[in-house]
């Protein structure tokens, strides 16, 4: 089973900049790989997501200011976030989605909360 470890929140002010990262234990070259985040009390959120290809969708929310990437070579996921607002707040999940229908991995997740 794939480990998932992000790091890189924190508290930042509005307008200002994050980038997450999101390491695997193992290979993601053939897996779509997403990150999601979850305010107290709501539901959990897609907000980013990309392909085995490096196809990218984004939450309507976060167009123009969040970029997903990938370096497949050292595992790794990355979320920019720029441009943060209050409502950008929450816990941000990494997740890899496996071959197989409704199959998916999650990391630990990493808090960004975004106050002046």
């Known amino acids: 089973q794939v480990q998932l470890v992000e790091s890189g929140g924190g508290l930042v002010q509005p307008g200002g900049s994050l980038r997450l990262s999101c390491a695997a234990s193992?290979?993601?070259?053939?897996?779509?790989m997403g990150w999601y985040r979850q305010a107290p009390g709501k539901q959990r959120e897609l907000v980013a997501h990309?392909?085995?290809?490096?196809?990218?969708k984004y939450a309507e929310s976060v167009k123009g200011r969040f970029t997903i990437s990938r370096d497949n070579a050292k595992n790794l996921v990355y979320l920019q976030m720029n441009s943060l607002k209050p409502e950008d707040t929450g816990v941000y999940y990494c997740?890899?989605?496996?071959?197989?229908?409704?199959?998916?991995?999650w990391g630990q997740g990493t808090q960004v909360t975004v106050s002046s």
């Open positions: 193992g290979s993601i070259s053939i897996n779509a």
């Open positions: 990309i392909t085995s290809v490096g196809s990218t």
């Open positions: 997740s890899r989605e496996g071959l197989r229908d409704g199959q998916i991995a």
